[in-house]
């Protein structure tokens, strides 16, 4: 458990954006730390699965070997079963009442239920593995951008942000999940040679695997103005919005940098 969730080379992109998102709305980051702490736990938990060999098969993550590579598969299952509700402790055990209302804990436990559910992140394995005539887009958002349309929509309700700012936040989550694993596909294609590209446009939907570079990187930028977009509604706030905008910058700029280098 502790060797994916304390992983070198991971982006703590949903802890980041949950506590950006509290901040955004007058909340407390102490109040966010818990249920950011969770969300990385849960993240992990999805990642190791994701990886087994009955799912997408991947022997490494951010350049070191998956969880299953070093424990097993038996392990790794476990660790992944453990970490969810482990998530779920931290939250009710170390969100300090005083800060957060029970109705909004409750609202962030739900939230993060249905994220990782049978109509969010599962559905979106599920459709990975089943192929057939599902949209990339579809696949793409359930199985990466409910994780960040989650982190943001936490950290909202934990501040207790108005339902109109909470769908906002709902969307701009979502466009940033997408953004950040399709910039990874990018970064990791430039990484392979020809074999290593063919073997992995045969796994899953992705867009570089379907489009190609060229045409995953105006993707990219189009999940970007789509995100921005929904923070332009924030504007009243001031300065607390920007942590957000620099969130899908830098997102976005990763993939720039290095097709430039090339």
């Not at 299953?68 to 300090?96: E, K």
């Not at 953004?179 to 063919?198: A, I, R």
């Amino acid at each position: 458990m502790r060797y994916s969730v304390l992983a070198k080379g991971a982006k703590r992109a949903p802890p980041i954006m949950c506590v950006a998102a509290c901040e955004l709305f007058g909340g407390n980051r102490l109040a966010a730390f818990p249920t950011a702490c969770a969300l990385e736990m849960v993240h992990a938990a999805s990642l190791i699965h994701d990886d087994l060999p009955c799912m997408d098969d991947d022997p490494s993550r951010r350049g070191q070997p998956s969880n299953h590579t070093i424990y097993g598969v038996d392990m790794a299952i476990l660790a992944g079963d453990a970490l969810f509700p482990l998530g779920f402790r931290h939250i009710v055990s170390h969100t300090p009442s005083d800060l957060v209302p029970d109705a909004h804990l409750l609202r962030v436990i739900t939230e993060i239920a249905r994220a990782v559910g049978s109509t969010g992140m599962a559905a979106g394995q599920f459709l990975d593995l089943e192929g057939g005539p599902n949209a990339v887009e579809f696949v793409q958002e359930k199985k990466f951008g409910e994780m960040g349309e989650c982190s943001a929509v936490c950290g909202g309700l934990l501040a207790g942000a108005e339902d109109e700012e909470i769908q906002r936040l709902r969307r701009y989550g979502r466009a940033v999940g997408v953004l950040y694993q399709v910039v990874d596909e990018v970064l990791k294609d430039k990484m392979k040679n020809n074999e290593e590209k063919e073997e992995a446009g045969k796994k899953g939907k992705s867009y570089v695997g379907l489009y190609g570079v060229e045409k995953a990187m105006e993707v990219a930028e189009e999940l970007r103005t789509k995100a921005k977009k929904e923070l332009d509604g924030f504007e009243k706030y001031g300065e607390s919005v920007v942590p957000l905008y620099s969130f899908v910058d830098y997102a976005i700029d990763r993939g720039f940098s290095v097709g430039d280098a090339s």
